[in-house]
């Protein structure tokens, strides 16, 4: 595990869909943890999801490269009210 790879999301709502962009790594796999990982998600690097009635989501992103190591970032709070979330380190 590399805890301090560089690593990004941004999340833009609009009309209650949420895109998001992670980064910065063309290759590898991206995935979506919610809930310390009860329930996770691979995901493709430019996407979005129609969501409704959702207020704030609490996630935490995960990559793994393709030389196998993995890095997590902490929880993200997507507020809905926001149009644009953005972390990185």
Do not use: E
């Not at 805890?3 to 995935?31: I, K, M």
């Not at 310390?36 to 995960?62: C, E, M, N, W």
């Amino acid at each position: 595990m590399r805890a301090n790879a560089a690593l990004r999301a941004t999340f833009q709502v609009r009309d209650g869909d949420l895109f998001w962009d992670f980064g910065p790594y063309t290759d590898g796999s991206y995935r979506v943890l919610f809930a310390d990982g009860i329930k996770a998600y691979d995901v493709p690097r430019h996407d979005g999801f129609r969501l409704s009635g959702v207020q704030t989501l609490t996630l935490r992103l995960r990559y793994q490269s393709p030389a196998g190591w993995v890095t997590y970032s902490p929880d993200i709070v997507v507020d809905f009210k926001r149009p644009v979330t953005a972390w990185r380190r």
